[in-house]
């Protein structure tokens, strides 16, 4: 196995690739083979060889007929599911790595009704592993503050929720339906920074780095917002807004440059047409691929969009079809999810 090393600036990491597989269908085929898939996610849990996941010693002894290692200092035994997004699931990981190649790889989602037809799962199951997997695409490493270059950032916020509608008009008209729809919600609100029935989600987008950070947030109120950028945007930057008034009196840390939405969509530089594209795409795949989702689920959603939206080809970083699978891939471990966890009858664990 060659490392190859992403070279994206925000998110390096290492992944080992493998020579095989390129397309769904050889994934579909490489991964029918049950110890084929135990090594795969082996060796991206372990790059640097199996360790016990209960006293972390090295070189546990692997039980062939029994697909599990027992580790030579504490004894226990575990399989390669302990531990991460696949345990205690009684679906094989022959179904679960297909699963993740379409999830990671379908520029528009993929429905559990999809998963369910085909892998042969029930729809529910299938569900359940897709709540799982988007978990595994979780890399919500904010810490890093974005901008501080020439570049700049574009920051804007949308509402998810409510009826899907327009789904068949064209995509520039459902951006210019969803650009007045907020921009005379804006000009309108000077509350609660809420909208009935809806989820406020906030974007920020590094055009020098062309990553994207979108959360959840309770509000739209000028400190909620502020507070957010603050927190995520290096002091100096160039920042590109709509006029919303959530966004004055960022000139004391920033340069603030805004454009009118009533009257305009781009002047110059001035825009914040990257963060609207993936509105637009995300707003698309919630109702269609995915029918309704609740204000819960809605950070998982995120993290899927995030995921295949940072991680997509471009000149800079042309990573393909497997490259993203295996980088999903290494995300598996030391997250769990449960079906009481995701039904919402206890607070999610996983940080
Ligand atoms: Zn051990």
Redesign the pocket.
């Given at each position: 196995m060659v490392k190859i090393y992403l070279t994206n600036p925000i998110q390096e990491r290492t992944v080992v690739s493998m020579k095989e597989p390129k397309t769904l269908q050889q994934a579909i085929q490489y991964f029918s083979d049950e110890q084929t898939c135990i090594d795969a996610v082996a060796a991206m849990r372990w790059p640097n060889g199996v360790l016990?996941?209960?006293?972390?010693?090295d070189k546990?002894y692997y039980l062939q007929t029994q697909k599990r290692w027992k580790?030579?200092?504490?004894?226990?035994q575990f399989s390669v599911k302990v531990n991460s997004i696949f345990e205690d699931s009684p679906i094989a990981l022959t179904k679960w790595l297909p699963a993740l190649w379409l999830l990671v790889n379908c520029k528009n989602g993929v429905s559990s009704y999809e998963i369910s037809r085909d892998l042969g799962v029930t729809q529910k199951s299938a569900w359940f592993m897709l709540q799982r997997l988007r978990l595994a695409l979780n890399n919500r490493d904010f810490s890093a503050k974005m901008g501080g270059n020439e570049g700049g950032v574009e920051v804007d916020e949308t509402f998810v929720g409510g009826k899907g509608k327009n789904m068949h008009r064209s995509r520039k008209l459902e951006l210019v339906r969803m650009r007045s729809e907020v921009a005379n919600w804006k000009a309108q609100s000077k509350g609660s920074g809420r909208y009935p029935n809806k989820t406020a989600v906030m974007g920020i987008f590094d055009r020098e780095s062309r990553q994207i950070r979108a959360k959840v947030v309770p509000n739209v109120r000028r400190e909620t917002l502020q507070a957010e950028i603050l927190n995520s945007v290096e002091h100096g930057s160039r920042i590109y807004t709509d006029q919303a008034v959530a966004y004055d009196s960022l000139r004391e840390q920033y340069i603030h440059e805004t454009v009118n939405h009533v009257e305009e969509y781009v002047r110059g530089q001035v825009h914040t047409n990257c963060l609207e594209n993936f509105w637009s795409l995300m707003k698309r795949n919630l109702a269609g691929t995915y029918v309704c989702v609740e204000p819960f689920h809605l950070d998982r959603y995120l993290d899927e969009q995030m995921f295949r939206f940072n991680n997509r080809a471009t000149k800079d970083n042309p990573l393909t079809d497997t490259d993203r699978f295996l980088l999903a891939l290494s995300q598996v471990a030391n997250k769990r999810l449960t079906y009481a966890e995701l039904t919402g009858k206890t607070a999610t664990t996983q940080a």
């Open positions: 016990c996941v209960f006293c972390e010693a546990p580790c030579r200092k504490c004894r226990k």
